[in-house]
């Protein structure tokens, strides 16, 4: 069985930063790509950000471009997410995902292309 285990949330003030951290746990495990996504309270889930590690390259939504920076290492299925000029509308339950069949024939902003799931952790900014 694998886990990912995020960390790293909290509540913080409006133009602050946290950095979120999530890594693999369980029975040998390999990923193709591992992201992040995220559900505010009512609303759906939503891409965030997300690194293939055959293109050695990030995928970012538009609305934290140049804000969040995803980093990891592939070698120990470990991904960070770190969040600087934090705004209220970034509040929300952030999940790690990773794939570990290599969908390649679906989007990385897909939530389809993913299988394993994380438990999730709550960012909380105030204004």
């Known amino acids: 069985q694998v886990q990912l285990v995020e960390s790293g949330g909290g509540l913080v003030q409006a133009g602050g930063s946290l950095r979120l951290s999530c890594a693999a746990s369980g029975r040998t495990f390999s990923s193709y790509a591992m992201g992040w996504f995220r559900q505010a309270p009512g609303k759906e889930r939503v891409f965030v950000a997300a690194?293939?590690?055959?293109?050695?390259?990030?995928y970012y939504a538009d609305s934290v471009k140049g804000r969040f920076t995803i980093s990891g290492d592939n070698a120990k299925n470990t991904i960070y997410l770190q969040m600087n000029n934090l705004k209220p509308e970034d509040t929300a339950v952030y999940y790690c995902?990773?794939?570990?069949?290599?969908?390649?024939?679906?989007?990385?902003?897909?939530?389809?292309?993913?299988?394993?799931w994380g438990q999730g952790t709550q960012v909380t900014v105030s204004s």
């Open positions: 995902v990773a794939d570990s069949a290599g969908r390649y024939s679906i989007p990385l902003q897909s939530d389809r292309r993913y299988d394993y």
């Open positions: 690194i293939s590690w055959r293109a050695s390259r990030p």
